[in-house]
């Protein structure tokens, strides 16, 4: 990206003084800021005087002057309470500073900064209740066994709840559908990515309320219990994977 | 484009965060940076996001620093301790704020 020469840095800086910004260190800033922006829209293949004048349409010297008028105000009444302070007061402050900013230099490791990524991740939580209302009897656990209809040993990627054709089946928790669709071992199933690490899969329903892209809250219907894939009754076959890996749901039913 | 108002509640949350996030940023560059990661969504103003830096500053929740770059100074924002427990503070407590407000606007828990 071509940067601004001393020139036309001056031109923008004449414009701002011109017009009213005459804080120095204000000014200095959103000198920095419409140079960047002419800068961007140079990029774009405008010329000098036409990224300018696009600039300042976005970013008029009116706000310019609102931002220097409550700047001044804010660092004014820093200033007079600095005036209160007595020389002793402020040489503690100054010692008790500098021994943060001493501490400071070095990275951070031991502050607790929550990154926006980690928040917001954290808004949704892995599958912690069951996905049926009430005690619904397992009857099929995780792991190996023998498949009651093929009759041989597999790994169950799931557990199985017994439940009459229909029962409502829920969300164990919040998340995005990605998946809501027919298999012939499944049947009707539904795939829900709580984050970025865990996803529930709920199967053999006999319908499927919700569809790709559906939001849904925990303790939401998703369906309804069914025997719709290879199956010998009406049962929810329920999976949790966590990264990609089939982890056991029976710890993952209770908050 | 999100609401001035829903905007303007979350300003400092936004600003310390990237600050969390980032190290140190300028006002510039906060800008591109927010409107990149919301898709679009959320457009701070100039004229909401310096006033707003100015105030923090003052506060003593961040610092400042003048570089030289180029041929011309730009001003760099970093948290101080006080600016990265705040930070902390207000995540935690907007988070609490949209579980709230998810339970609120969930209509299966209206039926219950």
């Known amino acids: ?255 | 484009m999100a609401s001035p108002e829903l905007l303007r509640g979350t300003l400092v949350t936004i600003l310390l965060n990237l600050l969390a996030e980032n190290g140190r940023m300028y006002g510039y560059e906060m800008v591109q940076s927010v409107r990149e990661r919301s898709n679009g969504a959320f457009e701070l103003t100039e004229g909401a996001i310096y006033p707003a830096l100015h105030k923090l500053e003052a506060d003593g929740l961040v610092l400042t620093e003048r570089v030289v770059v180029g041929k011309r100074e730009r001003k760099y924002y970093s948290l101080t301790p006080s600016g990265s427990e705040a930070s902390v503070n207000k995540v935690s407590e907007f988070k609490e704020y949209v579980q709230a407000m998810a339970l609120l606007l969930n209509p299966i828990n209206l039926a219950k």
């Open chain 1, 1 to 255: 990206m071509r940067q601004l020469n001393e020139l036309e840095i001056g031109q923008i800086e004449q414009t701002l003084r011109k017009n009213g910004v005459g804080d120095r260190t204000v000014r200095a800033e959103l000198l920095d800021h419409v140079c960047c922006q002419v800068e961007s829209k140079l990029a774009e293949g405008l010329n000098f005087q036409g990224a300018l004048t696009a600039s300042l349409q976005t970013f008029q010297v009116d706000e310019m002057k609102e931002i220097q008028a409550s700047s001044l105000a804010v660092f004014h009444k820093k200033y007079s309470v600095m005036k209160k302070l007595s020389f002793a007061a402020l040489i503690t402050m100054l010692l008790i500073c500098s021994a943060y900013w001493l501490k400071d230099e070095k990275p951070a490791a031991s502050q607790p900064v929550l990154k926006v990524q980690d928040a917001l991740v954290s808004l949704f939580e892995p599958p912690s209740r069951s996905p049926l209302e009430g005690d619904a009897e397992i009857t099929s656990g995780f792991g190996m066994r023998v498949h009651p209809i093929q009759k041989i040993k597999k790994q169950h990627n799931g557990i199985d709840f017994k439940a009459a054709t229909g029962t409502p089946v829920l969300a164990t928790s919040a998340g995005k559908v990605v998946k809501a669709a027919f298999d012939k071992n499944y049947g009707n199933y539904v795939v829900i990515k709580h984050d970025e690490h865990y996803q529930s899969l709920y199967a053999q329903l006999s319908t499927m309320v919700v569809k790709v892209g559906d939001s849904v809250a925990k303790g939401e219907k998703i369906g309804e219990v069914g025997s719709s894939g290879l199956s010998t009754a009406p049962h929810l076959h329920y999976e949790v994977i966590k990264d990609g890996e089939y982890e056991n749901p029976a710890t993952y039913l209770h908050p």
